[in-house]
């Protein structure tokens, strides 16, 4: 019996130990272009992992418009390739995939998953965030098309397929980080829409 309530009481801890939580972060890194910096928000979120930050987002203080609706985009009006935001890894990141991402700083715009048998049943919405090199990405106002989108996000992951995040519009306008299963799901403003963004977590395969 005593073992038994050692063993919980050592998983407890543990699983406590490894929560993610978010709180502020400061302004926006110098990788990003000035005329990015501009339009995101003043303080951005960090996540921590056990005390130690993981990541920092920032996201634009307007939300992009002057895109069509598409079929299953849950967050109307984005154009494809957009700007809408950055985060900086500290350390070794990952993606939605599970794809490994160096320490640094890139940059966040919008995209839609195709609509074709390669990606059935990979999120419930299309809407994802496609990270590019902040070295290299500097126009906010460039709005790439499907293929130049993932051809520059390969760059990040390093692999045949782009670097994303997935999100979507949320359900709700409370913000925070909260464990969704097996995911750590951030709801943060991107302009005037409270978003859900997975920041931890890895798809089923």
Avoid at 2 to 14: D, E, G, I, Q
Avoid at 45 to 63: M, P, Q, S
Avoid at 180 to 185: A, C, F, S
Wanted: net charge neutral; aromatic share 6%; glycine share 10%.
């Amino acid at each position: 019996m005593a073992r038994n309530l050692l063993c919980t009481l050592l998983l407890s801890t543990a699983a406590f130990a490894q929560q993610y939580k978010a709180e502020a972060a400061g302004p926006p890194p110098a990788e990003v272009a000035p005329a990015m910096a501009a339009l995101l928000q003043k303080d951005g979120v960090k996540i921590t992992n056990k005390g130690n930050a993981y990541c920092e987002l920032w996201f634009r203080t307007a939300k992009p418009s002057g895109g069509t609706t598409e079929e299953g985009a849950s967050v109307p009006g984005i154009p494809m390739g957009a700007f809408v935001g950055a985060i900086r890894f500290d350390g070794r990141g990952a993606d939605r995939r599970g794809q490994s991402i160096k320490a640094g700083v890139y940059i966040l715009r919008y995209g839609l998953i195709p609509i074709n048998g390669d990606h059935q049943g990979a999120a419930p919405q299309r809407d994802f965030m496609v990270m590019s090199l902040a070295a290299e990405d500097k126009d906010p106002s460039a709005t790439p098309k499907f293929e130049a989108l993932t051809t520059e996000s390969k760059k990040v992951s390093g692999t045949p397929h782009p670097a994303v995040l997935s999100f979507w519009k949320a359900d709700n306008d409370t913000p925070g980080l909260t464990q969704q299963g097996d995911d750590w799901v951030l709801q943060v403003k991107l302009g005037d829409t409270t978003i859900a963004l997975i920041v931890v977590g890895t798809a089923a395969s």
